[in-house]
């Protein structure tokens, strides 16, 4: 389908679809969720985007604005894209340290948010003048088909990982079966034996199916979660086909999975839609002043902690190694109740050489022509804009999907190192593989396979690129149910 056609079609069919679509509320879910909405909003959808209460307010705060009478699709509105916003309770207050508190923010979206989302949910079917089609939701919630069905809607899945960590949860009934988790005595030899996955090490799987302990609220989302997914019509997957090709059709043995990565909407490299949580500082001017490919960028994104001994000796590690780096380091990376950990005088002893800043515009530094790597937690984001931008990765996995991203970066695609192979890390292990990434040998290895990746994202969304058809098809059977429906009612 051309382009035109698609556009065609998006502006003159008398049978818009309507999509209401609720972000799970931590930054590295949104963002993705904010860019499929415009992707979706750019192919003729009308959207009615939700977040909760507190990602609205942090949002809009990090970026100057007024909460009460602006939104992040605002600029998005204003350039023809039919993105309405809605906020809803997540059941804590807004000022409430959800960081601090994790446990209590993961019981409230388990048994809590659900019943503010059903009450939102049915007024905008009750009021909206159109056909409300679909509920799009983040895999991670555990009502969403539920929800969807109360309310006669399609429940579209929208999973904001690779299809290879999907595929795991999905698969977690093997998993026990053959003692890799949840019982006594864990096997550690290879799994060899999960659809569409040729073999994976367990120390390679996230960190939740590592755990020993499966009773924590956490192991009660994803068990909920995945159970809930299987009553799904559609699954949405943020990667790109032709990285995960043997996953991906596995998984479509199971469940209508569409791989329509990755979701990077046009011009987001300066894109005008707020989704950073904290304010950003400039970069580009100390950029400026650098050579092409000197700089390293540092970041462990939003969510997850670094224990102090770790940051002291990553700190000691770069300060050893002598290359011009930038850090992102918010205020709660070890602890909200520590807000400097840095070593004492290491701020003093980088002035002339690093930049260290509460938060930036991650895409913005990676595209600029003085980074030459990516310190990263490997966050599926981080790494997506890192090979979009053809930076290579050295990684420092912390939790969750982290340790099977890596797995990806540095086994299978090789665009990336390891920080240490060991599991303590020491100065030395980080000063050695800084040099290892930034040096102009090593690092022309990377960049030429990063190039051949870059080549993949860069055709996935060309008329005949896979995400696109990918994207097509869904719309279609979107379509085709719909018909389907209103064929019975009108019987």
């Avoid at 949104?30 to 979706?40: C, E, F, R």
């Avoid at 904001?160 to 977690?172: K, Q, V």
């Avoid at 050295?394 to 390891?418: A, E, H, M, S, Y």
Wanted: charged residues 20%; proline residues 4%; hydrophobic residues 40%.
């Amino acid at each position: 389908m051309a382009n035109s056609d698609r556009a065609e079609r998006g502006h003159h069919s008398s049978q818009k679809p309507h999509a209401i679509f609720i972000a799970y509320p931590l930054q590295g879910h949104v963002i993705p969720s904010v860019h499929l909405a415009i992707k979706l909003a750019s192919l003729g959808f009308t959207i009615t985007f939700i977040n909760t209460d507190s990602i609205h307010y942090q949002t809009l705060k990090a970026h100057g604005k007024d909460a009460t009478s602006e939104d992040i699709f605002t600029s998005a509105r204003n350039s023809g894209l039919d993105i309405r916003y809605m906020t809803v309770s997540d059941g804590l207050p807004v000022e409430f340290d959800r960081s601090l508190n994790h446990d209590q923010f993961m019981l409230s979206l388990l048994h809590v948010f659900s019943a503010h989302v059903e009450q939102v949910v049915g007024k905008i079917v009750k009021q909206s003048n159109e056909t409300v089609t679909c509920l799009i939701a983040d895999t991670f919630f555990v009502w969403p088909s539920k929800i969807a069905k109360k309310f006669g809607l399609f429940h579209v899945s929208f999973w904001t990982e690779p299809a290879l960590i999907f595929t795991l949860y999905f698969h977690m009934d093997l998993l026990r079966k053959n003692g890799h988790f949840d019982c006594n005595n864990v096997r550690d030899d290879p799994i060899d034996y999960i659809p569409g996955v040729h073999q994976i090490h367990p120390k390679d799987v996230m960190s939740y199916l590592q755990d020993a302990d499966t009773s924590t609220v956490v192991h009660q989302i994803i068990f909920n979660a995945f159970q809930d997914v299987r009553a799904a019509d559609f699954v949405l997957c943020n990667t790109l086909q032709d990285l995960e090709p043997d996953t991906i059709a596995a998984l479509r043995a199971h469940l209508p999975f569409y791989a329509v990565g990755p979701l990077f909407p046009a011009g987001f490299t300066k894109s005008s839609v707020a989704t950073s949580l904290w304010s950003e500082s400039d970069c580009t001017h100390w950029l400026s002043t650098k050579p092409k490919s000197s700089v390293l960028y540092v970041s462990f994104g939003s969510y997850a902690h670094v224990s102090k001994k770790d940051l002291i000796e990553i700190a000691n590690g770069l300060l050893l190694s002598n290359v011009n780096f930038i850090w992102v380091l918010r205020p709660d990376i070890v602890s909200s109740d520590n807000v400097d950990p840095l070593p004492v005088g290491f701020r003093e002893a980088v002035r002339e050489c690093g930049m260290i800043i509460p938060w930036c515009c991650q895409i913005e530094v990676l595209s600029d022509p003085a980074v030459g790597g990516f310190l990263s937690h490997c966050g599926w984001n981080s790494i997506l804009e890192s090979l979009w931008c053809e930076v290579p990765l050295l990684c420092f996995p912390l939790l969750t999907d982290q340790f099977t991203n890596r797995k990806l970066v540095v086994d299978d695609w090789k665009v990336g190192i390891n920080l240490s192979d060991h599991k303590n890390i020491t100065k030395d292990d980080v000063s050695r593989n800084v040099n290892r990434l930034m040096g102009r040998k090593s690092c022309l290895k990377f960049v030429n396979a990063i190039a051949e990746v870059k080549k993949l994202m860069g055709g996935a969304w060309t008329t005949d690129g896979l995400s696109q058809r990918n994207m097509d098809s869904f719309i279609e059977g979107l379509e085709h149910k719909s018909r389907q429906v209103k064929g019975r009612i009108t019987q």
